[in-house]
């Protein structure tokens, strides 16, 4: 009787597909050059350690950044590499780009597990494959007295490490696209470079080291930025904790004037961080 063969994580399926999607090869391909990439090497085991509750608008324009981000962790983990003409190279025994502070082994975990925290159909919904969300308990779709959708709105635990582990990595591109970076980030700052100079998919920036690490920081903006800064943050952060509290299990709530008003700030200050301006 044959044995089974150990299943893929979901991470790694995730990982692979996103991998064929954006070279355009087929899935078993992409798995190969997977296997090759990670042949020898282990994953890092989770981190146990305390959460943090995000309370979050989803404005469509700033989730885009999020998910595009899955294509350049691949590129720095040196798993997607591509010729001038498009084609997929050898990948076995190149490792990943060093970066101080962040391996990219486990900031990619830590994407990943950051975005298996958003609620189902989200990566759907940024890629405008859906209008609104499928049903889910934990998004709730704010109405504002005229009628017209305001936000979708809802609440994610995450990893207090994880999101440490995302602020490194971003911090670490910016000090690779600085004047003056250090040895330690010599190979950061000329990957920064390449990629750049040639992005490859069209989702990546173009342009220099500081183009391509100010894009990762604004794609990372939806759970690094904080939405409720500023004199009315607290109020803000308090009036949607409370429509979330009172609507709780519904798809659809109608907010007063003064609760569109607070997500209306949100949300725009949320856009503005995603988009760099």
Known sequence: MPTSQPR???????????????TGTR????????????????????????????????????????????G??????????????GELMDVMGLEGVPIPGAPIE????????VRDALPEGTQEFAEGMVEEYPPTPNVLLLIGPDGGNVVHLTTIEVA?????????????????????PGPEFEALTQ?????????????????????????????????????????RGAADHETLSNVLRYAEGWGSVEVDQEEED???????????????I
């Not at 486990?106 to 597990?113: H, L």
């Open 8 to 22: 893929k994580s979901r991470k790694r399926t995730r990982e692979i597909r996103e991998q064929s999607r954006v």
């Open 262 to 276: 607070a997500a209306d700030r949100v949300a725009w200050s949320m856009v503005r961080a995603a988009l760099g």
């Open 106 to 113: 486990d900031v990619e975990d830590a994407y990943y597990r």
């Open 72 to 85: 350049l962790l691949l590129r720095l983990r040196n798993v997607l590499v591509l010729d001038h003409d």
């Open 160 to 180: 207090e490490a994880d999101l440490a582990l995302l602020a490194e990595f971003a911090d670490a591109l910016d000090r690779a696209a600085g004047p003056r």
């Open 27 to 70: 899935y078993t391909e992409a798995m190969r050059a997977n296997d090759c990439a990670r042949a020898g090497g282990q994953q890092s085991p989770p981190r146990l350690t305390p959460t943090r509750t995000l309370l979050l608008p989803l404005p469509q324009d700033a989730l885009a950044g999020l998910f595009e981000l899955a």
């Open 191 to 231: 990957a920064l470079g390449e990629i750049g100079r040639v992005p490859y998919y069209s989702w990546m920036p173009e342009g220099d080291e500081a183009t391509v690490a100010g894009w990762v920081r604004q794609s990372l903006s939806l759970v690094l930025h904080s939405p409720f800064e500023g004199p």
